[in-house]
Structures are given as C-alpha cells and as structure tokens.
C-alpha cells in the first residue's frame, strides 16, 4: 500500500506570492490533516478535511486554506506569502473508523520563501 | 485554546540508561495520546498511543503513562540505544484534531 504522499517535495518562492501544495492520502484514508513545522516550534496543526469538510482548524491567519477533493487528496493553499512562511509542511493521513487514531505522514514539503 | 506542553526540550542520556520525557495538556476533553519519533530529516512516526480509559500501554522498551486528573502524560524508554537518537513528539488529540508539543530531541551518548 502506498505511503502519504506530497508534492512538491522543494519550494522556493518569492515573498508576496501564492504557492499549492497537494498530498495524495493512503487509500482508503478519508481524513487528511496539515502541519507546519519550524524549529523551535515542533509541529502547529494547520486544518484537518474529513470528507471534503474542513472539520478542524488551527490558529494560523486566513492566508492559509486548504480543500479536499472527493477522492480524499488535498491541497494547501498559501497566499501574499512572507518569509515566515518558510518551513516544512507536512500532511498526515487517518484511516476511517473512531475519530482520533494514528495519523501517517508524508515527507513534507520544504517551503523557502525568499 | 488546546495547547500541549512538553519537557526537556533536549535530553542526553548514557545509553542504556532511562529517558523520560513529560507533556501536559490543557484541554480535559483530550482522550488520545500519541508518540511520534522523527529522525533526522525524516517523517514522524508513530511509536506508542495510548487513549483515555488507560493509565499505562508497554510495548517492549517503551512505555507511557496517563495521568488524566493531573493532565499530564509519559514516555519512558528503558534500556537506551544508539538508535533512540532522535526527536520525540507528545501529542494530545480531540475530535481529530491533533495538537502537538514542541518535540524533545533526545541524544544517546555512548
């Protein structure tokens, strides 16, 4: 069975921009959650889609939104970007069933912006 | 809002002595508790969980502990090796949301 998967795995854009990132879950996972991660700051929980729903969210400005499409991959959405944007997002996938079970992540998508 | 705290943020240890690492959470409603290990340069992994209607899970050399009326949890890794070497997440989970500590990065000296 294939893993979470992220693409693009690099990133280097300019501040002020927009960039997409997309994550491809493990099939049959319906849940797919983002996370940014700085050093010093561990992993921040950015939003979690269930079933094309945002179910969750966490506590970043609105510059930053997601989708879900019916076949469960998502993408990430980040826009007017600044350089404290930079850093690696990751995406984890649940499998169905109970609300809070493991969540298998993807290798991130390492953001620069310059 | 929910927010996990986590302690030591580094941690050296002799290996094959004991490492312990603690997190608090404050939010009561929380009743999952995953661990995640991420070498370096790699993706997070689970390595034990434990949910709210237990106090402690084993799984060989690691073991957490739950303290729901203190909100406090646990993970013990006995017996360290080389390989432990790594960065360890607490997290606290409610309603599929996931909220994580600030990881602690534990090295095994030799």
């Known amino acids: 069975k294939a893993g979470v998967t992220q693409t693009p795995r690099y990133l280097i854009k300019t501040r002020g921009q927009q960039v997409t990132l997309s994550c491809s879950p493990i099939?049959?996972?319906?849940?797919v959650s983002w996370y940014q991660q700085t050093p010093g700051q561990g992993l921040q929980f950015l939003f979690e889609?269930?079933?094309?729903?945002?179910?969750n969210k966490g506590n970043f400005p609105g510059r930053f939104s997601g989708r879900q499409f019916s076949n469960s991959r998502s993408e990430m959405n980040v826009s007017t970007l600044e350089l404290g944007d930079s850093a690696l997002y990751l995406c984890?996938?649940?499998?169905?069933?109970?609300?809070?079970?493991?969540?298998?992540f993807g290798q991130g998508t390492r953001l620069t912006v310059v | 809002g929910e927010n996990v705290e986590q302690h030591p943020s580094t941690l050296s240890v002799q290996e094959g002595d004991s490492a312990v690492i603690k997190c608090t959470y404050s939010?009561?409603?929380?009743?999952?508790f995953p661990w995640y290990k991420q070498e370096l340069g790699k993706r997070p992994q689970l390595i034990i969980d434990?949910?709210?209607?237990?106090g402690e899970k084993k799984d060989q050399r690691i073991a957490v502990t739950l303290n729901k009326t203190a909100k406090h949890f646990s993970l013990h890794i006995t017996e360290t090796q080389p390989e432990d070497s790594a960065v360890y997440f607490c997290?606290?989970?409610?309603?599929?949301?996931?909220?994580f500590g600030k990881g602690t990065r534990l090295h095994i000296l030799p």
């Open positions: 984890a996938s649940s499998p169905p069933g109970t609300l809070n079970t493991e969540a298998f």
């Open positions: 099939s049959g996972h319906r849940s």
């Open positions: 889609y269930f079933s094309e729903t945002q179910r």
């Open positions: 939010d009561s409603a929380s009743n999952y």
């Open positions: 434990i949910r709210s209607n237990v």
């Open positions: 997290a606290a989970s409610i309603g599929g949301k996931i909220i």
